[in-house]
């Protein structure tokens, strides 16, 4: 069984799918977002399907596609459908797996499930955590919410300008790799995309 990585954040919007393409890209992994709310037009995975360029990866349908662009619990509700944790089934593959998550780890499902839920005790995890006011609290409790779960979290990408004390002190109070970073770029296509892969990829 090959290694199956989960691609999760420190809030949304802070680089996951870049990421998850990059890593993608760099493994020549498969790919697999398993709820999508919102831009289903121009989903996460027609946007990393655009960045990555080898030609072993396999793209695999969501579970569920929510109109909405909410959190997935309250999208289900709109479009009257019910999201259970259990009921997701992870794709058949005998490739790497990249899973991208929806916001952060504990982004609501429904009423007692969370995106964390979907993660198993063998999945690599790479937390993405962008510098913002508050980006250190919310990665630091990110990984304490792992740890707690006993989820192992294989390292931290970093995205946007370098903030060193911010990244100092995550760190050595975090306790995991740091595994780069992704600068803030003027756009991503792929052969951005290939370039971060070819460097990333010793660390992965």
């Known amino acids: ?14 680089g996951k799918t870049v990421v998850s393409a990059i890593v993608t890209q760099a493994l020549q992994a498969d790919y697999w977002k398993p709820v ?19 030609d072993n990866t396999v793209f695999h349908n969501s579970a569920f596609d929510l109109m909405t662009p909410m959190s997935p619990h ?11 944790a259990k009921k997701i089934k992870r794709p058949v593959t005998n490739n790497i797996l990249i899973i991208e998550g929806a916001g952060g780890l504990l982004v609501p499902l429904n009423q007692t499930d969370t995106i964390a ?14 510098h913002y ?5 919310h990665t630091l409790l990110t990984l304490e919410a792992l740890k707690a ?8 990408i970093f995205s946007g300008n370098e903030h060193p004390t911010t ?3 995550i760190k050595k109070m ?31």
């Open 117 to 130: 839920d979907l993660m198993e005790p063998t999945d690599k995890i790479i937390v993405v955590s962008r």
């Open 74 to 84: 309250a999208a289900a509700e709109i479009d009257s459908i019910k999201i259970s």
């Open 36 to 54: 999508q709310a919102g831009e289903l037009e121009n989903s996460d995975t027609h946007k990393v399907k655009r960045l990555v360029s080898n």
């Open 167 to 169: 990244e100092a002190i």
């Open 1 to 14: 069984m090959k290694d199956t990585y989960f691609i999760t954040g420190i809030s949304t919007e802070v």
């Open 174 to 204: 975090g306790g995991v790799p740091i595994l780069g970073r992704i600068e803030e770029e003027p756009y991503f296509d792929q052969n951005v995309v290939k370039e971060y892969a070819e460097i990333l990829r010793p660390s992965l």
């Open 133 to 137: 006011l508050g980006s250190i609290n």
């Open 149 to 156: 779960r006993n989820l192992h979290c294989h390292g931290i």
